[in-house]
Each structure stands twice: as structure tokens, then as C-alpha cells.
């Protein structure tokens, strides 16, 4: 693996500087193999952001999570949206080693010879998305940030990029657009799916695309027209090998499955657990006189109950509702009398058991076809366009043989985002998509109490005390400024 020495421009908190391997830019980028192996560990990088920081970001600030069995520590100021300088969340030091992975990839792979051109650029392809997607979490999480399109061994340590100021998000938007369009460009007319589909594809690129237009189109500048382009990507996805699957619990029991679009890969040996550890329970606190029914979904204990689905989330689900027991348990107990709740169980990443032991090694699902088929009813429905088909394409897998008593029917526009939205809830509960599907509505105050008193300015985090002290040339989102 290359040496990282990512910058105090990038990280801003304190730096490791011992080298992750001893191999030097000298002596790697040479061949295919290094090309291959600096993708690989570009995924790497990327995985760790997956344990748990992903959630975080994508929905720990909703009304989809909340008090577990346990404390909550470390994760309470998250949904009761308690943020500060010193309560931040996760900052941005490893989105920016996962830029500096995709920058190097960009980089020298160019100059290397592989057996074939369709390999070479398939590569390059996967860095220009990943580089993208990066981009759209940090702009996301933080509105203007520092840009970076050469990796760290291109710096001079004592060159004035070595600390760079934020750039205006508008800026991000312009790069994450160009590097979807390269990417998609690079990938050609190759729309096939990779092995466990857990590398990026041109149908991810294109779900990506979805995204940031939608994001644009309704949040900035971009309008219908932004949207009109989110469309016709989400509408090309549908072209390729790729479906809902007729059992829900199979998208997340079987890897690499077909209605997976991008995924990121955990195997045993090979990765720690996921963010799914801290939504489970240990065996030692389910009680013994729980009732049957929420123990049989349990099943064998594990992880730490840090945080788990909130009420706000559950009471939507319908007991017609097949994702329910997929989603979500209850343990239920009666003492003296009165029946009252132990705890909830978050269940769609629940594990697999080896032995007696349950490990946390579920694919986290970054794209997949249902959150593409809303993503498409929500671009119709704000082109004035009859979103029904997709609705319903999900509702019927949910609601299975009952399906006909929740048949959309298309009414007022407001009326539509409002069913879009709620079967976003249903449909990606847990999947990190709840805070941003709630800002694209415009439904963040609505929906979530603890954001009461507050401004749009809170949605952003805010910026670490390191990362202030380790680059004097940031300034602080102006929500946390003291």
C-alpha cells in the first residue's frame, strides 16, 4: 500500500506521520498491479468510513434514531442535534484519505500500461466516482470545503497548498459534477455490474448523478433543469441488470444480490462490524420474561444497544407492512401487570452468527434499485410528472397479497412528496438516507423535535476544535461560530 502522509490541509487534527508501508511513490505506480492494489486500498479507506461515521452523517441527526438500552454515549448529541465545536461528529480526516486514494489513482494510473485499455480506464472510472461521491458527503456535511485534485506527494511541505481554505460549495458541486461525467465517460458503454457489485459501476455513477442533481436541482441553483438530468440518469439505470428483489429480507441477508447497485464489502477477517454493532443488543440484556415474539426476531444477542430505531420511525409501520419484522424488533415485558417496552432492536444489518457469535459483516448498501425507483417519483413529482409507477413498483413488495388497500394513487404535488418521503422512511430506514431525504423535502423542522429553535444554518456540522487548530486558515460554520 502507498505511503500517506495526508496533509494538515486535509486532516486538521492531529497527524500520524508514521507511514502506513515503507513503499514510497518511487517505487509504486508502475505497474497494474500497484494501480490495482491503490484502487483496492482506496475501498479500504472507504469501508472505515462505513463503520459508522456514514450513518452518522446520513441520518444520527434524524428522527429515525434514538435512545438505546444502553447509554448513548457518543451518540445522543448526534439526534437530540446537541452539535458544537466540541461535540462535532466525525470530522473529515479520513473522507480526505479517501480523496488523496482517488487524486493518486487519477493521477499516475494514466502513465502505467495495462493489457488493456477497457481495464485502465474501468480503473480510472472507479477513482473519478469515488472522488465524487466523497465530495457530495463532505459538501453535504459542511458546505464549503477545501479542495484537492493532486495527491499529497505533489505537495511541497512547505507550499502555501499545504493548508487550503474552504471553497464555496457551488465550487464542490462544479467538481463533483465533472468527475460523474468523466467517470460515466470512462466507463464507456460498459453498464455491467462487478463481482458482489461492490465496486463502483457505470449504474452507480448514474444513481450518484440522481443524487447530486436532485440535491442541486431542488437545494441550489439548478431547478428543473438540474432535475430533468436526475431523471434520465435514475430512468438509465433501469436499462441494466437490475431489480427489486421479491423478498425484502433477501436485499440485505444476500451480498451482492441484484438489486444492489453499490455496495460496501465486510467479510470476516477482513473487517471490523459495521455502525449495525451499536443498534443491537447483548444477550445479557434481553430479558428473560420478554415476550416470545420480539425474542424469536432477536434471536442470538450481540453489539451494544448504544442507540436504536425511535419511536417516530416505528409507529409508521403498519403490521401489514412485510419490512416491519425486517426493519425493526420490540422487546415487550410485563411487570406488575403493565406492559411496557424493554428496548427496540434495529434488525436490517443484524449480522451473521458464527458459532454463538454474532458479527456485524452485512454489505452496507450505498445505492440499490428501490431507492433509485423513489428517487425517480421524486424527480417526476417536481416535474409535474405522475410518480405512481414507482411508488407502487415498492408498495407492492411491502404490502405483498395487501398491496391493493395501499395502492398510490397520484394527487396534489405536496401530496405526492409527502407519500414519496414517508416511503423513503419506510423503505430505507436505517440505510443513512434519512437526514437528506428530510433537508431535500424541506421537512427538517417538521419532522425532527429536537431541531426546535434552530436555523438551515444548523444543518451543516460544525468543524472540529482540531480541525479549527490545525488549519488557521478555516473559518467556522457560521451556526457554531462563538
Same mark, same amino acid.
Given at each position: 500500500m502507498i505511503l500517506l502522509l495526508i496533509s494538515g490541509l486535509f486532516l486538521a487534527c492531529d497527524l500520524d506521520t508514521t507511514p502506513i508501508s515503507s513503499i514510497s511513490v518511487d517505487s509504486f505506480w508502475k505497474t497494474e498491479d500497484d494501480a490495482i492494489a491503490g484502487?483496492?486500498?482506496?475501498? #479500504?479507506?472507504?469501508?472505515?468510513?462505513?463503520? *459508522?461515521?456514514?450513518?452518522?452523517?446520513?441520518?444520527?441527526? *434524524?428522527?429515525?434514531?434514538?435512545?438505546?438500552? /444502553?447509554?448513548?454515549?457518543?451518540?445522543?448529541?448526534?439526534?437530540?442535534?446537541?452539535? #458544537?465545536?466540541?461535540? #462535532? @461528529?466525525?470530522?473529515?480526516?479520513?473522507?480526505? *484519505?479517501?480523496?488523496n486514494d482517488a487524486n493518486s489513482v487519477i493521477s499516475f494510473v494514466p502513465d502505467?500500461?495495462?493489457?488493456?485499455?477497457?481495464?485502465k480506464n474501468n480503473t480510472l472510472a472507479q477513482a473519478y466516482a469515488m472522488r465524487a461521491f466523497t465530495y457530495f458527503i463532505l459538501a453535504r456535511v459542511w458546505g464549503d470545503v477545501p479542495i484537492s485534485t493532486e495527491p499529497v506527494d505533489k505537495f511541497s511541505p512547505s507550499s502555501s497548498d499545504s493548508y487550503k481554505i474552504r471553497e464555496d460549495v457551488g465550487?464542490?458541486?462544479?467538481?463533483?459534477?465533472?468527475?460523474?461525467?468523466?467517470?460515466? /465517460?470512462?466507463?464507456?458503454?460498459?453498464?455491467?455490474?462487478?463481482? @458482489?457489485?461492490?465496486?463502483?459501476?457505470?449504474?452507480?455513477?448514474?444513481?450518484?448523478?440522481?443524487?447530486?442533481?436532485?440535491?442541486?436541482?431542488?437545494?441550489?441553483?439548478?431547478?428543473d433543469a438540474d432535475i430533468e438530468i436526475a431523471l434520465q440518469a435514475l430512468q438509465d439505470i433501469q436499462e441494466t441488470d437490475v431489480q427489486l428483489l421479491p423478498v425484502y429480507d433477501n436485499v440485505f441477508r444476500q451480498k451482492g444480490n441484484r438489486e444492489v447497485l453499490f455496495a460496501i464489502n465486510y467479510a470476516l477477517n477482513e473487517a471490523g462490524d459495521n455502525f449495525a454493532d451499536m443498534m443491537y443488543i447483548r444477550n445479557e440484556d434481553i430479558p428473560l420474561d420478554a415476550e416470545t415474539v420480539g425474542k424469536r426476531l432477536?434471536?442470538?444477542?450481540? @453489539?451494544? #444497544?448504544?442507540?436504536?430505531?425511535?419511536?417516530?420511525?416505528?409507529?409508521?409501520?403498519?403490521? %401489514? %407492512?412485510?419490512?416491519?419484522?425486517?426493519?425493526?424488533? /420490540?422487546?415487550?415485558?410485563?411487570?406488575?401487570?403493565?406492559?411496557?417496552?424493554?428496548?427496540?432492536?434495529?434488525?436490517?444489518?443484524?449480522?451473521?452468527l458464527y458459532g454463538n457469535q454474532r458479527r456485524f459483516l452485512d454489505?452496507?448498501?450505498?445505492?440499490?434499485?428501490? %431507492?433509485?425507483?423513489?428517487?425517480?417519483?421524486?424527480?417526476?413529482?417536481?416535474?409535474?410528472?405522475?410518480?405512481?409507477?414507482?411508488?407502487n413498483?415498492?408498495?407492492?413488495?411491502?404490502?405483498?397479497?395487501?398491496?391493493?388497500?395501499?395502492?398510490?394513487?397520484?394527487?396534489?404535488?405536496?401530496e405526492n412528496d409527502k407519500q414519496i418521503l414517508k416511503e423513503r422512511k419506510l423503505e430505507l430506514a436505517l440505510e443513512g438516507k434519512r437526514w437528506w431525504d428530510l433537508i431535500r423535502f424541506d421537512k427538517v423542522f417538521e419532522m425532527v423535535p429536537s431541531m426546535a429553535g434552530k436555523t438551515k444554518d444548523h444543518f451543516l456540522f460544525p468543524l472540529s476544535t482540531e480541525t479549527m487548530t490545525y488549519n488557521s486558515k478555516l473559518e467556522q460554520n457560521k451556526a457554531y461560530k462563538k
Open positions: 484502487m483496492e486500498g482506496m475501498y #479500504s479507506r472507504f469501508r472505515a468510513i462505513t463503520n *459508522s461515521d456514514y450513518y452518522a452523517w446520513g441520518a444520527g441527526r *434524524s428522527d429515525e434514531i434514538g435512545y438505546g438500552y /444502553e447509554a448513548a454515549t457518543g451518540f445522543s448529541f448526534l439526534f437530540e442535534n446537541l452539535l #458544537s465545536d466540541v461535540n #462535532s @461528529g466525525p470530522d473529515w480526516r479520513v473522507l480526505y *484519505s479517501v480523496v502505467i500500461s495495462f493489457k488493456s485499455d477497457a481495464q465550487k464542490v458541486f462544479t467538481l463533483i459534477k465533472e468527475d460523474i461525467d468523466k467517470a460515466l /465517460e470512462l466507463f464507456g458503454d460498459d453498464d455491467t455490474y462487478p463481482a @458482489g457489485r461492490a465496486y463502483w459501476s457505470k449504474p452507480a455513477v448514474n444513481a450518484l448523478k440522481g443524487d447530486v442533481y436532485l440535491w442541486t436541482g431542488k437545494l441550489m441553483d439548478g431547478g432477536v434471536g442470538t444477542g450481540g @453489539g451494544h #444497544s448504544r442507540w436504536a430505531p425511535s419511536q417516530a420511525l416505528r409507529s409508521e409501520f403498519t403490521n %401489514d %407492512d412485510l419490512r416491519k419484522n425486517i426493519t425493526f424488533a /420490540e422487546l415487550w415485558v410485563t411487570r406488575n401487570g403493565v406492559r411496557q417496552l424493554h428496548t427496540a432492536v434495529a434488525l436490517k444489518y443484524k449480522g451473521i454489505d452496507v448498501i450505498i445505492y440499490r434499485y428501490a %431507492d433509485v425507483l423513489l428517487l425517480i417519483a421524486e424527480a417526476k413529482n417536481a416535474l409535474n410528472q405522475n410518480p405512481e409507477t414507482e411508488i413498483a415498492v408498495r407492492q413488495r411491502a404490502y405483498g397479497a395487501k398491496y391493493n388497500a395501499y395502492k398510490f394513487t397520484s394527487t396534489t404535488k405536496e
